[in-house]
């Protein structure tokens, strides 16, 4: 079963990178999606350019139920769906499909658009017709469905003063690029438009232009969640193409959507895996707009690496948003890049802390390749052993800086315990030592002493920094010491000096 899900997925994979490829090597452009003859197959007219492509305006919640559809050219319509241009409104895009359907992830992001806004205009773009075709072909329809949403909103601007401002197009995949062509034809400046894990093959190092891009939206944001590549392309796109692109987890394996969690279940399998993984960025999106009281916030870095030591959680000038619907402008910001870790399941927020601390070698742990766990104590909750995870390995006789994620608020962090494992104390710390025998390892183990005498610690989610300390400062394999709250002026921002 395993092997026929792997065969399954790597022909799906191969399907997509073959006919892109091919459709690349047609191109006389080579940064540009579509091929040779599309550029000029487009047409003008307008009942032939809307052929294929319908506007559903929801009055149910129900996505089968209650279809009034706006007909550009056709002002009865707009009467008839009861469309208010001093109203937001809101246009949602699907992407390339293979089954001809709207999917589930559309039923709920409607519902829960819906019912966040509303009195809003919530505007199906259904394409499905030109979208059920080989993905090269769904790709070169992109620019006339962009075309044709832009028709809709001029002709909104000329018979209702439809104010461009007031509207946000949320585009999922392909939908995100059909969005920015949306944004380059349309008369006006649009005011946001939200990509969800945009289409990575024939878009990856495409020029602007034939991409959703920065100058296609007052304000572009773009979330990131399946940036794997194979064969050099990944289903999503790997490069920044918003003012703010938002990694959640490095944009990378995303926390319930791995192949073995899938395997554990009846009817998973790879491809389920690739879907889940794709999708995250809707189900985020949807989780921001049905959990505002819970909101989840990304942290500007320069790469996920970085974010995983804990150094960018910073929100000043500008260098922290909250993600999904809920997202800021920011001022004067192009390709902003923001990581972010998150649940497995809604609501997905969870908290970020940066923690720092001076490891001292106090006795034969020079080469000690120390693991060591850390334990929250809040005022609402404590969160379980969570393990320190520094990439390049605790560093001694150096301040380490790392990264702890808990999924549940804890409330206010009272103190904290550390415990270091040695190689034969656990399997984490075993599988960093596979080259040592047993024996070094439990001779040694208890003669090595490590020493911590203070931890530092910033909340991302409330930018609060706290010092804590331990009267039993040093600490052997297996054994546990306890922080509690001191000052030692780092947590307290320096008075102004006052001259008189």
Known sequence: MVEKSLKIA?????????????AFAAAPDESAPLNEDAENFFPTDSAVLHDKISYNMRKSLDLGDGACYLQPGKKESIVACGFNATLRTILIIHGWTMSGMFESWMHKLVAAVQRRESEANVVVVDWLGLANQLYPDAVNHTRRVGQSIA??????????????????IIGYSLGAHVAGYAGTFVNGIIGRITGLDPAGPMFEGADSYNKLSPDDADFVDVLHTYTRGALGVSIGIQEPIGHIDI?????????????????????????????????????????SLMNKDHVSYAFQCTGPDRFKKGICLSCRKNRCNSIGYN???????????????TRADTPFGGYHYQMKMHVFDRKNAENADPTFYVKLYGSYNDSSNLIVDVTEGIGL??????????????????????RWEGPSDSWTSAIKHLGSSFFSWSSAASQKILEVRRIRVKAGETQKKFTFCAEETEISPGEEIMFVKCRDGWEVKPRKRLHY
């Open 327 to 341: 997202a800021k402008k920011m001022r004067k910001r192009r390709n902003s890049k923001m990581y972010l870790k």
């Open 397 to 418: 006789n150096l301040t380490n800086t790392f990264l702890v994620f808990t999924e549940e608020d804890i409330g206010e962090l009272l103190k904290i315990s550390l």
């Open 247 to 287: 990694y959640p987890n490095g944009g990378d394996v995303q926390p319930g959507c791995t192949f073995g969690e899938f395997l554990s279940a009846a009817s998973g399998n790879f491809m389920e895996a690739m879907k889940c993984e794709h999708e995250r960025a809707v189900h985020l999106f949807v989780d």
């Open 10 to 22: 790597l022909c799906f994979l191969c399907v997509i990178l073959c006919h892109s490829f091919s």
């Open 151 to 168: 028709t809709l909103l001029d002709w909104l601007q000329e018979e209702e003063q439809l104010q461009l401002e007031n509207v946000h």
